[in-house]
């Protein structure tokens, strides 16, 4: 996933700010056409009115000096001009609107003028909005305080806007990151985290369906914990008693086959005990919150952790261990942990190893890594994602033949989840499997 890309609630954030501008762009595009047509219609009918007032049919092209009425006099001026055939009457002008008896023209430089044509005469009467020049306004004029106070209503309505639309957002973001840490607190082991319901729709319903399906789950676990831990107990009832006839059979007998069959029985007795004992440990692993887990954290060096282990585990193989971890690397983790990965990685590498096992550690960037290989048939890549399913099967080069019952695998993985670690796999350059354990160090406390 790209790490630059935006979360939900920022591009939503900042898809309302470019609506926010864009809307406020466009209220003052339709509102400058609005006013621009209002003065445009404004110049026209006081123009008219002007027109109307100094009776323009009346004036002689000889006068030199028209007298415009109040309140006109302070906005406008008019003068008689003398037009040519063929010649504009403004260069400099752009035409806005024109009627049977005059023209209305923008000047290039600002304002308006209108162009009335004397009866019978080349002479016209231009009327003029004064310059600003000419009306000796303030510094302020009223269009200036006109814009100022658009664009000051256009900011506190974008802010009312965006408050209110802000804090509801918010609201539900909190409401979602609730929901996502619930549901995080969950998958990491706790079974009694739930959701708040006392949230909005729809994510109510959506807190209540979580909430039922973690009931469900931590229900499932519970009865799958009791039953996992009853199997022990009503499995070595029997266990004992075959092993108590075997002895028996064997004392009272002398018959290869028969000796050779109570052998086969008593093998079989100890897989299953064995097989047990595996699977109350994986359902201890898969049951146990992080708070339990946190209570028995101890840091140690893992060389020799593993050597302790080593002496244990290899003390009757003839396979040569090769040890590459240095004294200084150490773990902060509880031990159970580690040693259920470390036994199982070690007893899966010494069934399928011919000669030698390896095992390593190195701490680097703040990530420290343990890897177990061997140089035995190794594992196809197609397999990988299927061993550490419970009880899956192989070819026959890894089958129980080999000594394995179908859950170390599976109990090592379950274990580095509890570490906060995760487990790969590859192939050795010995030959065979390699199994690699990885922990982000400041996940080790957690």
Known sequence: MNKFSLSLFSRLYLSILVVIFFSVGLTKLVVDMYYEQ?????????????????NIDTIAPIEKHIEIPSPYARDFT??????????????????????????YYERGYGGRIALFTLANSSYKIIISEKSEDE??????????????????LILVSSIFIAITIYWPIKQLQ??????????????????????????????????????????????????SGIFSQAIPHEVRTPLSRIQLASDL??????????????????????????????????????????????????????????????????????????????????????????????????KNALSHAQKTIQLSANDNNNQLSFAVEDDGSGISPDDWPTIFIPFARLDKSRSRKTGGLGLGLPIAKAAANKMQGNITVATS??????????????????
């Open 429 to 446: 350059k010995l030959g065979g499997a390699m199994f690699i354990l990885t922990i982000v160090k400041d996940k080790e406390n957690v």
């Open 249 to 346: 059979i064997r004392k009272k007998t002398n018959q290869a086959d028969i000796l050779e069959l109570v052998s086969d029985v008593e093998r079989y007795v100890v897989d299953i005990n064995e097989l047990t004992n595996q699977i109350v440990e994986f359902s201890r692993l898969n049951t146990a919150t992080a708070a339990e887990a946190y209570e028995h954290f101890q840091t140690f060096e893992i060389k020799s952790f593993v050597e302790s282990r080593l002496n244990l585990l290899t003390k009757e193989q003839e396979i040569k261990v090769i040890l590459k971890i240095d004294e200084s690397i150490e773990m902060t983790t509880n031990p159970v942990y580690l040693r259920l990965l470390v036994d199982n990685f070690v």
């Open 78 to 103: 008019a003068k008689i001009i003398k037009v040519h055939q063929n010649t504009k009457s403004c260069n400099s002008c752009q035409l806005e609107f024109t009627t049977n008896s005059a023209s």
């Open 135 to 152: 009306l000796n306004y303030d510094s302020f004029s009223t269009m200036d305080i006109d814009e100022a106070a658009f664009y000051l």
């Open 174 to 223: 909190q409401q979602i990151k609730g929901l996502v840490d619930s549901h995080q607190q969950f998958g990491k082991g706790n079974m009694q985290a739930r959701a708040d319901e006392r949230i909005q729709k729809p994510l109510d319903e959506l807190a209540h369906s979580f909430n039922e399906m973690a009931f469900a789950i931590a229900e499932g676990v519970k009865e």
């Open 38 to 54: 209002e003065e445009l219609n404004d110049f026209i009918r006081d123009a008219s009115h002007i027109a109307e007032e100094i």
